[in-house]
């Protein structure tokens, strides 16, 4: 249930008296299969009485498991989710060893697919590139098309960040294709915006702001400040400027990060 039905499992992980669990193996093993539901419906988890008992428990232990393949991932998902990039490269690095060691493809999977975007957030393009290529192959045999999209989302970015345009919109291409084959909505106008970045970054701005103009009309919730950012960056070259000040305005209201901030002041 955990990894297709991740809602399900959690349900029933909460129907559990944690009160009548007393051995320490259970304990940490129900503590690990809690912590990753909860992070999988996207909900916010204390780690210190959740995680890190797993963490302490599995590090210890020599025996490969799929509990402790769970636990360097799923910590190593959390220290990156906290700026913690190089740190949690160094879990997924545990996890590919476990995940290797008992033959679990998913899991190993994407360990590579994430520690490629952990290097991507760390700027070493060459690195993401490799470790996003690897997941890519090997999320493919696991023959799961949500994830093979999101594979091909994450490598088609780590090439954008090598700049090498081309190939990245030939796997932008992909991943729209297959988003079209599996009327995957939210995914396919995902990989446009990712497109309209990519066109942005070719100077093909025209085609990027027609893009993002079809994306406002139709899915205006899925644009982040990064969307508008380049929207209205687009609205500046192609002498748009209403469309541009009307990007700022939006951007006022969901700015996520420092780089949204910079995007912003550099657009006003």
Not at 129 to 153: P, Q, V
Not at 187 to 201: G, K
Not at 226 to 247: R, S, V
Request: glycine residues 6%; hydrophobic residues 40%; charged residues 20%.
């Amino acid at each position: 249930m955990l990894d297709q039905h991740p809602d399900s499992a959690l349900a029933l992980l909460q129907t559990i008296d944690r009160s009548s669990i007393h051995k320490t193996e259970s304990t940490v093993r129900y503590s690990i299969l809690l912590f990753a539901a909860a992070m999988k419906n996207g909900l916010s988890v204390d780690p210190d009485s959740i995680l890190t008992p797993a963490v302490a428990y599995y590090g210890e232990k020599d025996n490969p498991s799929r509990e402790k393949m769970l636990t360097h991932f799923f910590y190593a998902v959390y220290l990156s989710n906290n700026n913690q990039p190089a740190a949690g490269i160094k879990e997924y690095d545990k996890a590919i060893t476990v995940g290797e060691q008992i033959g679990d493809t998913l899991y190993t999977a994407l360990s590579y697919t994430n520690k490629g975007v952990a290097y991507g957030e760390d700027g070493i393009a060459d690195e993401e590139m490799n470790f996003a290529r690897i997941g890519l192959e090997k999320i493919r045999l696991t023959n799961d098309t949500s994830r093979i999209i999101h594979a091909l989302s994450v490598y088609g970015l780590a090439a954008m960040h090598s700049g090498e345009y081309i190939l990245a919109d030939s796997i932008f291409n992909d991943a729209l294709a297959l988003s079209v084959s599996t009327a995957d909505t939210v995914s396919l106008i995902n990989t446009r915006m990712r497109i309209a970045c990519n066109e942005y970054f070719r100077n093909n701005i025209h085609h990027a702001a027609s893009i993002y103009s079809d994306i406002y009309c139709s899915a205006p919730e899925l644009m982040t400040a990064f969307d508008y950012g380049l929207w209205g960056m687009c609205g500046t070259y192609i002498n748009d400027i209403p469309q541009a000040e009307k990007c700022a305005f939006f951007m006022e209201e969901s700015l996520a990060s420092c780089a949204d901030s910079i995007t912003w002041f550099s657009l006003k």
